[in-house]
């Protein structure tokens, strides 16, 4: 396979095509690598990468940050912790790398909670120009001055001769993502009219000077990488601009360039992929990107953004597209995916969903990165999944084959226990059958199969089509009972709330013939937008009424916005800050800010919360079994709940 090829990046060689993209996951401390840290990339590199790019190294901490908690190089107390990092990479025949990066203006986001700007620690942000990043809550950034650019060139170049000290192999310079780099080159950030604004020389004048000056402190031959956009906005650089810059960067020494694209994890333009593709977007989707630069330069290309599958990557190479491709949430899911794919295993590959919503959410509410699929994430340090003894081998049954229940029988028996479940319907899934009903969310239908996959490797003894009851249980001879019955929906005291035209968004989804065509959903968190993303594919005229000031508020915001333009798209119609008065037979009446309106429909759809039903747990005690519940309890549809409960409960029995 092209993948398992070795390449060569300078004078570095790589033993193969199989880059981990660089991901800031808030477990440094302080600017400090962590025990934590290191951990997480060890498992990245014993996976098989061949090359792991470090995250965004802050040159200039904190007015340099690009979050409130990232990784900094500005000072020689980072180098023994950072060369920890280096050494263990190393150790598994990987390449490492660090990326250096300056946010510029991007850091200068107000917490609309506390009015800071938290990721400078209330500094004011710098840029080339006085404008604010586009996307509200981000102050107008103070202009730096010529003296001050050199002193920041001066900062890339010592944090690169740290990164030297400190054992790593390849340098890497962020100029994507519209970052302080990204922000000279682009004149969709830059307005100077002095050296550093205007044409394409003068913006890539900064980029250039740090690249000239880095080459002279840590030496001409060692190898530099460039991660750049393939694309940008209206009035940024055109794709001609982009090649010449590409062409530039090679002409001043740069030895492989690694194109993405995007402007910020929470500004959406209309067709403009982010940096990190959301689920329903195709595999892939900027490969295009890379190709364009392929063909202007001659040093290696890497790819990225949602490349998912071996198959997928393998393509791209033969086809000469790139020359490598950087895995990144892939790799959070699964670290083994270079492994299993080399040995032929790529079924056994336990898919990103591309959900966001334990990496991106996380990064942009301040938390340590987590994994929707991959509960282990960022736990490397402390959670072994050892073998018990065999006199501690327990028999365990689970009763509830639902993203919970498959989660905790897999770990048991990877432990070693002796797992058996039984499930009430004739598939297991649970809900993860409802998560995957909206159009966009087939890619959890992977994750699903991967779950089945191995509850039938690792010999769990699966009954369907059985009702579990406590005298059923009792009779089971099991040294401990799961029950992951799931949640139901929570009906809310509504006056009407037990008409006929009422169904629970699950009964939506399930029964859609029972769905009429004028549609009210009370609820506007995920399931609600995604019940309305469903049905007003299939042509209902939906409201949604939603008590908040905000729908989706618990979504990425990667995820929420493309799903809102689809629905505004669709008239579906939104009234936040709105209660429901009752339900009739002809539609609902609302309140909103005194006004009091009725909304005439045929089908009311509850999309509240959940709650979870105890009584089969009780039953189960007072047989005098050991009993635990696990699910998602009261978050109906929280995915990530319900398979990291699991993966916690299976690893603690
Ligand atoms: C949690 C997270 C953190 C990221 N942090 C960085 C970063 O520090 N620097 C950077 O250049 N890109 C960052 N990215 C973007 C990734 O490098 C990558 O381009 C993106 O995730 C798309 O690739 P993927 O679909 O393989 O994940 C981050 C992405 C994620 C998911
Ligand atoms: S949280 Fe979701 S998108 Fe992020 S790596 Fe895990 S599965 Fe992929």
């Known amino acids: 396979m092209k993948l398992f090829e070795p390449i060569k990046i300078g004078k570095v060689s790589v033993k193969n095509r199989i880059v981990m993209a660089p991901m800031t996951n808030h477990f440094a401390d302080k600017g400090f690598v962590t025990e934590r840290m290191v951990s997480f990339y060890e498992a990245r590199a014993r996976g098989g990468s061949g090359l792991i790019t470090i995250e965004d190294a802050i040159v200039d901490y904190p007015i340099g940050n690009n979050t409130a908690n990232p990784l900094a190089i500005d000072h020689e107390k980072y180098i023994p912790m950072l060369k920890k990092l280096s050494s263990t990479i190393k150790s598994h025949g990987c390449v490492p790398m660090v990326q250096l990066s300056h946010a510029g203006r991007r850091a200068g986001r107000v917490n609309p909670d506390t009015g800071c700007i938290e990721t400078t620690q209330h500094r004011l942000p710098v840029a080339p120009s006085a404008l604010a990043h586009p996307f509200p809550g981000h102050v107008v950034p103070r202009v730096l001055r010529v003296e001050e650019i050199e002193a920041i060139t001066e900062k890339f170049v010592q944090g690169a001769r740290r990164a030297v000290e400190a054992g790593f192999d390849i340098v890497g310079?962020?100029?994507?993502?519209?970052?302080?780099?990204?922000?000279?080159?682009?004149?969709?950030?830059?307005?100077?009219?002095?050296?550093?604004?205007?044409?394409?020389?003068?913006?890539?004048?900064?980029?250039?000077?740090i690249i000239r000056r880095i080459k002279r402190e840590i030496g001409e031959d060692f190898p530099l990488v460039c991660r750049m956009n393939g694309a940008e906005p209206?009035?940024?650089?055109?794709?001609?601009?982009?090649?010449?810059?590409?062409?530039?960067?090679?002409?001043?020494?740069i030895n492989a360039l690694h194109v993405s694209v995007g402007f910020g994890p929470v500004l959406w333009e209309k067709g403009f992929m982010p940096a990190e593709a959301p689920i329903g977007m195709p595999e892939g989707c900027i490969v295009n990107l890379a190709e364009n630069i392929k063909r202007v330069v001659t040093i290696p290309v890497i790819t990225v953004n949602k490349i998912r599958h071996v198959d997928f990557a393998e393509n791209i190479l033969q086809r000469k597209r790139a020359d490598m491709i950087a895995l990144g949430r892939?790799?959070?899911?699964?670290?083994?995916?270079?492994?299993?794919?080399?040995?032929?295993?790529?079924?056994?590959?336990?898919?990103?969903?591309?959900?966001?919503?334990?990496?991106?959410?996380?990064?942009?509410?301040?938390?340590?990165?987590?994994?929707?699929?991959?509960?282990?994430?960022?736990?490397?340090?402390?959670?072994?999944?050892?073998?018990?003894?065999?006199d501690s081998v327990k028999k365990i049954l689970v009763i509830g084959?639902?993203?919970?229940?498959?989660?905790?029988?897999?770990?048991?028996?990877?432990?070693?226990?002796?797992?058996?479940?039984?499930?009430?319907?004739?598939?297991?899934?649970?809900?993860?059958?409802?998560?995957?009903?909206?159009?966009?969310?087939?890619?959890?239908?992977?994750?699903?199969?991967?779950?089945?996959?191995?509850?039938?490797?690792?010999?769990?003894?699966?009954?369907?089509?059985?009702?579990?009851?406590?005298?059923?249980?009792?009779?089971?001879d099991a040294d401990a009972v799961v029950v992951a019955i799931g949640s139901e929906t929570?009906?809310?005291?509504?006056?009407?709330?037990?008409n006929s035209n009422v169904i629970s968004a699950i009964k939506a989804f399930e029964d859609e013939a029972n769905v009429g065509a004028k549609v009210v959903i009370i609820g506007g968190g995920l399931i609600g937008l995604e019940a309305a993303e469903s049905f007003?594919?299939?042509?209902?005229?939906i409201t949604i009424v939603e008590i908040k000031e905000d729908v989706g508020s618990n979504m990425p915001m990667?995820?929420?916005?493309?799903?809102?333009?689809?629905?505004?798209?669709?008239?579906?119609?939104?009234?936040?800050?709105?209660s429901v008065r009752k339900i009739d037979l002809t539609g609902v009446e609302v309140e909103h800010g005194g006004t009091v309106k009725f909304l005439d429909c045929e089908t009311v759809i509850i999309a509240s919360g959940g709650k979870s039903n105890h009584s089969l747990e009780e039953q189960i005690r007072s047989a005098g079994k050991n009993v635990y519940s696990v699910g998602s309890s009261n978050l109906l549809g929280d995915m990530l709940a319900a398979l990291h409960n699991g993966f916690h409960l299976g690893a603690q029995l």
């Open 234 to 253: 209206e009035g940024g650089n055109t794709l001609r601009e982009i090649q010449d810059i590409a062409v530039k960067l090679q002409s001043a020494g």
């Open 330 to 390: 892939a790799l959070l899911a699964d670290p083994m995916w270079p492994y299993k794919a080399m040995n032929n295993k790529a079924a056994e590959i336990r898919p990103c969903v591309s959900c966001c919503q334990g990496c991106v959410k996380n990064i942009e509410t301040g938390n340590p990165i987590s994994c929707l699929a991959n509960p282990l994430v960022g736990r490397e340090y402390e959670i072994m999944l050892d073998r018990v003894p065999p």
């Open 536 to 541: 007003s594919q299939k042509g209902k005229a």
């Open 401 to 476: 084959g639902g993203p919970a229940g498959l989660m905790t029988a897999i770990i048991a028996a990877k432990r070693g226990h002796k797992v058996s479940i039984w499930e009430k319907e004739n598939r297991l899934g649970g809900e993860m059958h409802l998560a995957m009903m909206p159009p966009r969310k087939q890619e959890f239908r992977e994750l699903m199969e991967y779950l089945i996959f191995r509850v039938n490797s690792l010999g769990i003894e699966v009954k369907l089509n059985t009702l579990a009851g406590a005298r059923t249980v009792g009779h089971f």
């Open 558 to 578: 990667l995820v929420k916005i493309p799903l809102l333009i689809t629905l505004q798209e669709r008239g579906v119609n939104i009234l936040t800050g709105s």
């Open 173 to 209: 310079l962020h100029c994507a993502h519209m970052y302080l780099i990204g922000q000279f080159l682009s004149p969709w950030a830059n307005k100077r009219m002095d050296d550093y604004g205007g044409t394409l020389e003068n913006r890539m004048r900064f980029i250039i000077n």
């Open 490 to 498: 929570m009906m809310p005291t509504i006056a009407g709330i037990e």
